[in-house]
Structure formats: C-alpha cells, structure tokens
C-alpha cells in the first residue's frame, strides 16, 4: 500500500512566520502535489512536482513556495504567514500521470 | 478554465436506500475521471474511469463514465453508516499530472 505521511495533523502559528509543511511518500512516485482544501471551495492545487528540483505551480501558488531535493520528500513553504493561509492542507503523490493520486491525512493549519 | 461540478452538494439518506453521485465536467482534452471517498482525513481512491460505458464496481459501489454528456455517476446500494463521507470527484487532463476537483458532494446515512 502506499504511504503518503504529512508532518503534522494540526498546527498553529503566528502572522508573519516562516511556516514548513512536509510530506513524504514511501512508493519511488515521481509526482508530489499540495492542495488546499477549503469549505466551499474543493480541493485547489498550490504546486507540484515531476521530478526532484522540479516544481510547477498550480492554481494558487501566492504565498506559497515548494522544495523538493529528495524524490520521496516534498516540502510546502508559507514564506509569511498571513490568516487568509488558515486551511487544510494534502499532500499526494502518483507513479504517473495515468495513475491515481494517493493522498495523505492532511495537516490543519492555523494561523493566528 | 477547467470546471468540474458535482450534485447535489449534499444529502441525506437512511441506511438500505440507493443513493446516485453526478459530476459533469467541462475541460480541454480530458484524460480520465476519478472518484473518491473522504470521511475525517485522507480522500481514498475509488474508481478512475477512461472509456465510455463501462461500468466500474466494487461491492456496493459502482460508476460510469458518458464521454459524449460530459458526465459521470457513482451509485451506492444498500447504503450504510459507513458510507457517510464526502464524495470527491476529478478529472485528469492535458499532457501533466493536473486534477481538477469538484467541490465534494457530502453524503450522510442516517441508521
């Protein structure tokens, strides 16, 4: 089975700090993805990744930078935090672009 | 801009009844639709559909994609307490890795 872990399941901050979200994937997938997931609004792509120091950005990358030096790691930076960043946060990963991708349990950030 | 809309956005039914899941989808060179289940944490892959009319199953569970009416359906029967979750649908398209999801359709079976 693949294993998609996040860091943290919840996690509180303060406006303006540097904020780290990591995840790691057991499986060798070439593909790492983060969304946001928002009542109302669905799941919404912020950055992925094909391939290590590759990234891409999604939908709604403002604020948000990605890092990925190892192929099982993808980090997700909140390079000020502000509260409009408060949300539920999924990491995932695929084997390819045919492939389901396979989520991990998400980490609840706030920021205060 | 890629769209994909589920309905209703949220129901409620009592356990035995059969329950219908629709996402229609508007995109530019579609690849494939898939569904999952998300009860408190990670969405958990369901079905992931290509062809036209061939109808997908797990247990109680069951899909089918029209590629003509740009939609697609998940059916439970029997529905359980089990079954209460938010159910996700998304598409895959263009060259890359990009889904695009819907909103969710949040499901509850009443015992």
């Known amino acids: 089975d693949v294993k998609v872990t996040q860091s943290s399941r919840y996690l509180v901050k303060r406006t303006g700090e540097k904020v780290f979200l990591e995840c790691v994937q057991d499986m060798d997938h070439e593909n790492m993805f983060w969304y946001r997931q928002d009542p109302g609004l669905g799941l919404r792509l912020i950055y992925f990744s094909y391939d290590v120091k590759m990234k891409e950005k999604g939908d709604i990358p403002e604020g948000y930078s990605v890092s990925r030096e190892k192929k099982e790691r993808f980090s997700l930076i909140l390079e000020s935090a502000s509260t409009n960043q408060t949300s539920m946060y999924l990491c995932?990963?695929?084997?390819?672009?045919?492939?389901?991708?396979?989520f991990g349990d998400g980490t609840r950030l706030s920021i205060l | 801009e890629d769209k994909v809309v589920q309905s209703p956005l949220s129901l409620v039914v009592h356990e035995g009844d059969t329950v219908t899941l629709n996402c229609s989808y508007e995109?530019?060179?579609?690849?494939?639709l898939l569904w999952y289940k998300q009860e408190k944490k990670a969405p958990t892959f369901l079905f992931m559909l290509?062809?036209?009319?061939i109808e997908k199953k797990s247990g109680r569970l069951s899909s089918i994609l029209d590629k003509k009416e740009l939609f697609s359906i998940l059916n439970i029967t029997a529905t359980q307490t089990g079954d209460s979750a938010v159910y996700l649908c998304a598409v895959y398209t263009g060259a890359n890795s990009k889904l695009t999801f819907g909103k969710g359709i949040t499901l509850s079976v009443r015992p």
């Open positions: 995109v530019t060179n579609f690849r494939s």
């Open positions: 995932a990963s695929s084997s390819d672009s045919n492939q389901p991708q396979h």
């Open positions: 290509t062809s036209s009319g």
